[in-house]
């Protein structure tokens, strides 16, 4: 089992920045990639941006140069900075593990809003 927690959520205006921090622990060898997904209201979830053991990283079309993802494995922590930030950028962001052989992201932490003012 994998356990994540996400922290750094917020309320900021229009081109600010912010970083999420998703802290792993439990079976952190079996995870083969990390990524941050988002829900807005009333719209699925979509992935943000994702990076695996061996750090390639990529990026959902609409936050490509404006967020970075990246990690430090020394504190098992995978970062998300968030730059530029827009109003439609406002949702709820969930940190989430794939492990490996999984075709799917299969744990999730409990989120953390981020809002973006205009």
């Known amino acids: 089992q994998v356990q994540l927690v996400e922290s750094g959520g917020g309320l900021v205006q229009a081109g600010g920045s912010l970083r999420l921090s998703c802290a792993a622990s439990?079976?952190?060898?079996?995870?083969?990639?990390m990524g941050w997904y988002r829900q807005a209201p009333g719209k699925q979830r979509e992935l943000v941006a994702a990076?695996?053991?061996?750090?390639?990283?990529n990026y959902a079309d609409s936050v490509k140069g404006r967020f970075t993802v990246s990690r430090d494995n020394a504190k098992n922590t995978v970062y998300l900075q968030m730059n530029s930030l827009k109003p439609e950028d406002t949702a709820v962001y969930y940190c989430?593990?794939?492990?490996?052989?999984?075709?799917?992201?299969?744990?999730w932490g409990q989120g953390t809003q981020v809002t973006v003012s205009s």
């Open positions: 989430s593990a794939r492990s490996l052989g999984s075709l799917n992201y299969n744990y």
């Open positions: 990076i695996t053991s061996d750090g390639t990283t």
């Open positions: 439990g079976s952190i060898f079996s995870i083969s990639a």
